[in-house]
């Protein structure tokens, strides 16, 4: 099975950035899709942004605009960079990847990684 691992989480003051990174800890075949879910307390786990094995991205509206979603030349690494960050960012934030040629939702997801925890202060 597939392994992620996230890093990059931590505190920042609204307008601030972050980048967060999400690597496999093992090798992988036939992912096609990789992304950045996050979840609050007592939410939903909901969409950040994909990314599709042949570059075409995906975001959730709440962070177009400020949030970049990029690969590496590897198809099992993915970045998140979030810029002027919002206290309402503030969540525990995944990396997912599927095996379908298009995925941009939670439940067509694979894999997961345990998540990494972004606060934005006021």
């Known amino acids: 099975q597939v392994q992620l691992v996230e890093s990059g989480g931590g505190l920042v003051q609204a307008g601030g950035s972050l980048r967060l990174s999400c690597v496999s800890a093992t090798r992988t075949t036939n992912i096609y899709t990789m992304g950045w879910f996050r979840q609050a307390p007592g939410k939903e786990r909901d969409l950040v942004g994909v990314?599709?094995?042949?570059?075409?991205?995906n975001y959730a509206d709440s962070v177009k605009g400020r949030f970049t979603i990029s690969r590496d030349g590897a198809k099992n690494t993915v970045y998140l960079q979030m810029n002027s960050l919002k206290p309402e960012d503030t969540a525990v934030y995944y990396c997912a990847a599927s095996r379908a040629g298009y995925c941009r939702g939670p439940q067509c997801m694979d894999y997961w990684g345990k998540g990494t925890l972004v606060t934005v202060s006021s």
């Open positions: 990314v599709r094995w042949d570059g075409e991205t």
